[in-house]
């Protein structure tokens, strides 16, 4: 199931948007797993847990940028593509 969704995620859109969303998302996922399903946890300090949430908030906030530039960038095409028209 996870590489048929991997797969398509590259056929969604370019893949400046697609595969930093993969490189952010499965890692976070994993841990996620890791907790809900087999019960783990971090034994953490709050610096280290204050470190982890800043790096995740740092990749989230990379992740949407490019991902919003891509956008940004498609727009301008489409618009390009219909003053030509």
């Given amino acids: 199931v996870a ?7 590259f ?9 930093p969303t993969m490189l952010v998302l499965e890692p976070v996922i994993a841990v996620i797993l890791g907790a809900v399903v087999l ?3 971090l034994n953490v300090g709050t610096w280290d847990a ?31 593509e219909s003053a030509h028209a």
């Fill in 50 to 80: 204050v470190a982890i949430g800043v790096s995740t908030l740092a990749m989230v906030a990379g992740t949407i940028a490019l991902g919003r530039d891509e956008g940004a960038y498609e727009e301008q095409l489409s618009a390009g």
């Fill in 11 to 19: 056929h969604a859109g370019s893949l400046q948007a697609s595969v």
């Fill in 39 to 41: 019960g783990e946890h």
């Fill in 3 to 9: 590489m048929l969704l991997q797969q398509s995620s």
